[in-house]
């Protein structure tokens, strides 16, 4: 395993989806949604964040 910025950068990428994944499965949207956003995140990893981020329920 490698110790350097990459490494850095992917864990805490990880991090991220995670944390997006378990917002999305606890917010308040119906079951449809929650599955296309958890999709979204999962299958298109950065971009999926990012629009999550920007269009994603707020609550």
Partial sequence: MSTG????????????VV?????????????GSKLLWAAAVFFFPFLGLIAWW??????
């Fill in 5 to 16: 910025y990459g490494s850095f950068c992917g864990l805490i990428h990880i991090v991220f």
């Fill in 19 to 31: 944390v997006a994944l378990v917002k999305i499965a606890n917010s308040n949207a119906d079951t």
């Fill in 54 to 59: 920007i269009w994603g329920p707020k609550s």
